[in-house]
Antibody
Framework: EVQLVESGGGLVQPGGSLRLSCAASGFTFSRYWMRWFRQAPGKGLEWVASISQDGSEKYYVDSVRGRFTISRENAKNSLFLQMNSLRAEDTAVYYC??????????WGQGLLVTVSS | DIVMTQSPLSLPVTPGEPASFSCRSSQSLLRRDGYNSLAWYLQKPGQSPQLLVYLGSNRASGVPDRFSGSGSGTDFTLKISRVEAEDVGVYYCMQAVQTPITFGQGTRLEIK
């Protein structure tokens, strides 16, 4: 059974940092592109970042480029999102997701990140 | 950036009746291989999004055959042949032909 389990969220002050993790199981992690999405309270879905199978290609939405870094460790079936210089507008539920044929077919349960003083 | 526009924003439907969701993109989503990079998701209340359709018209694994996707280029449609109570939630279309990947604003399906 495919599972994606996120961890590392919580409350952080503006300007602070958090590192989100996503533990993958039930599939060959190294064969898939992976993505991070987010959803601000009461709002729609937003793509945050994507990473290729070997980590050599990374893409970001403009609002996080230079502050967030997506990475992966295939040997540990893990995906990460390092978030620095956090702002109030980064407050959201963050999801990791597997990519298949352009779509994202498996999603994690979601992780709340709250940026507030 | 590609802008995705969904309509209607709210869709009240009687169980057993059909439902249709529209999604339009500001640029063509047709890839060089002939596939459209358009996916549909359903986010049920309190849950993570679930993939319904990918590449415009391919039903994801486990998705009931009452769901169908169609369209090409800039105009896409998701149809439910007979709505059931469990179909309640927000339906999103998403393009992945280029970054940034973008979503429509969503259509909320409610049961009459």
């Amino acid at each position: 059974e495919v599972q994606l389990v996120e961890s590392g969220g919580g409350l952080v002050q503006p300007g602070g940092s958090l590192r989100l993790s996503c533990a993958a199981s039930g599939f060959t992690f190294s064969r898939y592109w992976m993505r991070w999405f987010r959803q601000a309270p009461g709002k729609g879905l937003e793509w945050v970042a994507s990473i290729s199978q070997d980590g050599s290609e990374k893409y970001y939405v403009d609002s996080v480029r230079g502050r967030f870094t997506i990475s992966r460790e295939n040997a540990k079936n893990s995906l990460f999102l390092q978030m620095n210089s956090l702002r109030a507008e980064d407050t959201a539920v963050y999801y990791c997701a597997r990519t298949l044929q352009g779509g994202s077919d498996y999603w994690g349960q979601g992780l709340l990140v709250t940026v507030s003083s | 950036d590609i802008v995705m526009t969904q309509s209607p924003l709210s869709l009240p439907v009687t169980p057993g009746e059909p439902a249709s969701f529209s999604c339009r993109s500001s640029q063509s989503l047709l890839r060089r291989d002939g596939y459209n990079s358009l996916a549909w998701y359903l986010q049920k209340p309190g849950q993570s999004p679930q993939l319904l359709v990918y590449l415009g018209s391919n039903r994801a694994s486990g998705v009931p055959d009452r769901f169908s996707g169609s369209g090409s280029g800039t105009d896409f449609t998701l149809k439910i042949s007979r709505v059931e109570a469990e179909d309640v939630g927000v339906y999103y279309c998403m393009q992945a032909v280029q970054t940034p990947i973008t979503f429509g604003q969503g259509t909320r399906l409610e049961i009459k």
